[in-house]
T-cell receptor
């Protein structure tokens, strides 16, 4: 499976935008880029995913480089509730055709949000 | 209902005890997973069930025994655990073969004494 590289930690001030980078230089053409986050004492939660085009949803935006070797998760206005570990994951498919999408987690980026 | 429910939330057990962790989802997902997470580490995949059949066992010791009684339920039976097995155990479910998302429960915090 292609690997991802993320900074160990980042800091932000409340109500400022946050750009969380992820490098995935060995990504294959069919790998989707997914982001999950894990708030303290909770299970991970899905944030967003994309293949080639930039994506927006109610939680965040995902900007994907033209060569797809890197991507950036953008939180437009960080709040204290966004303090979490953010995981950048490339799609892993197991099993027969169709398979099951199974998140395989790297170390992630711990986001600290200052009031 | 987009929840994955895990019980109990906390469990303390002795090394000679037998206990079970339970996971339930009613989203119609046919893939269910167990992960183990040690403190300050990312979740590590343990088992995958697809259509109620075990499809992945990531070389997990036999003192952990998964069971999928039906498409909504996933159990993890624990026996003769070691203190190093203390961790957060996470259950997740997803649309087998479709959909990008996996939905995680809040986990069971297990302490082996």
């Amino acid at each position: 499976d292609a690997k991802t590289t993320q900074p160990n930690s980042m800091e932000s001030n409340e109500e400022e935008p946050v750009h969380l980078p992820c490098n995935h230089s060995t990504i294959s053409g069919t790998d989707y880029i997914h982001w999950y986050r894990q708030l303290p004492s909770q299970g991970p939660e899905y944030v967003i995913h994309g293949l080639t085009s930039n994506v927006n949803n109610r939680m965040a935006s995902l900007a994907i480089a033209e060569d797809r070797k890197s991507s950036t998760l953008i939180l437009h206005r960080a709040t204290l509730r966004d303090a979490a570990v953010y995981y950048c994951i490339l799609r892993t498919i197991y099993g027969a055709s169709g398979g099951s999408y199974i998140p395989t987690f790297g170390r992630g980026t711990s986001l600290i949000v200052h009031p | 209902d987009t929840e994955v429910t895990q019980t109990p939330k906390h469990l303390v057990m002795g090394m000679t005890n037998k206990k079970s962790l339970k996971c339930e989802q009613h989203m119609g997902h046919r893939a269910m997973y167990w992960y183990k997470q040690k403190a300050k580490k990312p979740p590590e995949l343990m088992f995958v069930y697809s259509y109620e059949k075990l499809s992945i066992n990531e070389s997990v010791p036999s003192r952990f025994s998964p069971e999928c009684p039906n498409s909504s339920l996933l159990n993890l039976h624990l026996h003769a655990l070691q203190p190093e097995d203390s961790a957060l155990y996470l259950c997740a479910s997803g649309l087998s073969g479709r959909g990008p998302e996996a939905f995680f429960g809040q986990g069971t915090r297990l302490t082996v004494v």
